[in-house]
């Protein structure tokens, strides 16, 4: 008989992105291994990025109840629709003097919607699922965040009901990069840290997706923490044509301080002196990018080599990931950044295409990559050993020898990691 698992989760289909990838996985597998998701999600969410094809793979099988949600974004979208769309997909313009409108947006979303904008569904859910939980004899719940007042209504049936929390952390609370940035006071930051602890300290086991997160926690917590990564599945494994071009793709968004100059520089300098770089290279950027990072490119001459195509379906990302000659990944250069290893990263892997990975100093994905002998990782300061290398690749690209000895991979797969979540069951 399978055990009945509630899933309490803000990201859902249609919602787009990388936020949802880890749950629709998780919940396409968990079946395999005798446990019975049942997913709560908002029914009226305001996602600022949408992707209808994710609906289709969800199994018809799967319970999936819906609950409205009522969020401040969509009043702030009767001021600024643009704006309002930016600040909740997590872009703080920094690069530009910011509007009166933007401070006044940020003071408010920082200081009065703690932990996030999504905490008005915190207790209506909550009465809701007391409810429904006792009804339905689940004796199990997991809450996923961000954002992470979802952890609150986790925490909140805990106190009230006789069941088992798991709660699982994709990103970090109050060291993600980000949260500096929100203009928050005194009082707002002590709260965050107040309900980071109190969610860490009341949940029967903790899930994270990174060993550094995990590091961090054991300061906050006594409770079992778990590392589960994110993964790929085997849908991304087709075979296609290469890129006729010497192709270097970055897949997701590129804003705020994910702009490396470090990169531009290299590609300008390989452009003006190698042979044939010139008319080889092609620089594909899928996903959102910022002004800034658009701005940094042009003042390196790069436009001419850039294919903007903007966002597209999750597997049309993965198209563009088998075809590309190399795959880009950036992280931000701090050290709150040493944490996040980006969802992409493994579908990059199984893509088994040679990886330029740029980011923070022991960082999470440089382990990976150095241990799955999937491409190559490259600090900051590091941009001669970066052009070195992107040359090295480039000659062999000339020579139809361009390759990934990718190896180690079936750790990363989606039912491998579901099977760690269905024993932490």
Do not use: C
């Not at 961000?146 to 970090?172: C, E, N, Y």
């Not at 109050?174 to 928050?184: A, E, M, N, S, V």
């Amino acid at each position: 008989m399978r055990k009945k698992v509630l899933i309490i989760a803000y990201y859902w289909p249609p919602a787009g992105g990388p936020g949802v990838q880890r749950w629709l996985k998780f919940v396409k597998y968990l079946p395999d291994f005798d446990v019975e998701p049942i997913l709560f999600v908002p029914e009226n969410a305001n996602y600022p990025i949408t992707d209808s094809s994710l609906e289709k793979e969800v199994s018809s099988d799967i319970e999936v109840v819906k609950f409205p949600i009522n969020e401040p974004y969509k009043l702030a979208q009767l001021f600024s629709k643009k704006k309002a769309n930016t600040i909740s997909r997590g872009i703080i313009n920094e690069h530009k003097k910011q509007s009166l409108l933007e401070k006044v947006m940020l003071f408010i979303r920082g200081n009065f919607f703690i932990p996030d904008a999504r905490v008005g569904w915190v207790k209506p859910s909550v009465s809701y699922l007391s409810k429904f939980i006792s009804k339905n004899n689940i004796k199990t719940i997991i809450t996923t965040g961000p954002p992470h007042s979802v952890h609150l209504i986790g925490m909140a049936l805990k106190k009230k009901l006789d069941i088992t929390w798991l709660t699982d952390f994709r990103d970090p609370w109050t060291t993600i990069g980000y949260h500096k940035k929100l203009k928050l006071t005194n009082a707002a930051r002590k709260k965050h840290k107040k309900l980071e602890k109190a969610v860490l300290n009341s949940a029967d086991t903790v899930i994270v997706t990174s060993y550094t997160t995990k590091k961090e926690f054991l300061n906050i917590t006594y409770k079992p923490i778990a590392v589960i990564t994110n993964g790929y599945d085997e849908e991304i494994s087709q075979k296609v044509t290469l890129d006729e071009k010497f192709t270097l793709s970055h897949i997701g968004s590129l804003l705020s301080k994910r702009n490396p100059q470090i990169l531009w520089k290299v590609l300008s300098e390989l452009i003006q002196k190698e042979g044939d770089f010139k008319k080889d290279f092609q620089l594909n950027l899928v996903g959102y990018v910022g002004d800034n990072v658009l701005d940094s490119i042009e003042n390196s001459s790069l436009t001419d080599y850039i294919n903007k195509v903007g966002y597209v379906s999750h597997k049309e990302s993965v198209m563009y990931q088998l075809k590309s000659q190399l795959l880009l990944l950036i992280e931000i250069n701090s050290e709150e950044t040493k944490s996040i290893i980006p969802g992409k990263l493994f579908e990059y892997l199984i893509a088994k295409r040679p990886i330029i990975a740029i980011g923070p100093i022991h960082s999470d994905i440089e382990n990976i990559i150095d241990a799955t002998n999937s491409g190559y990782y490259f600090e900051y300061s590091q941009e001669l050993q970066l052009k070195r290398q992107i040359l090295a690749y480039y000659r062999a690209y000339k020579s139809n020898t361009l390759k990934s000895d990718a190896e180690n991979l079936e750790q990363y797969h989606r039912k491998s990691l579901t099977k760690q979540l269905s024993q932490l069951i």
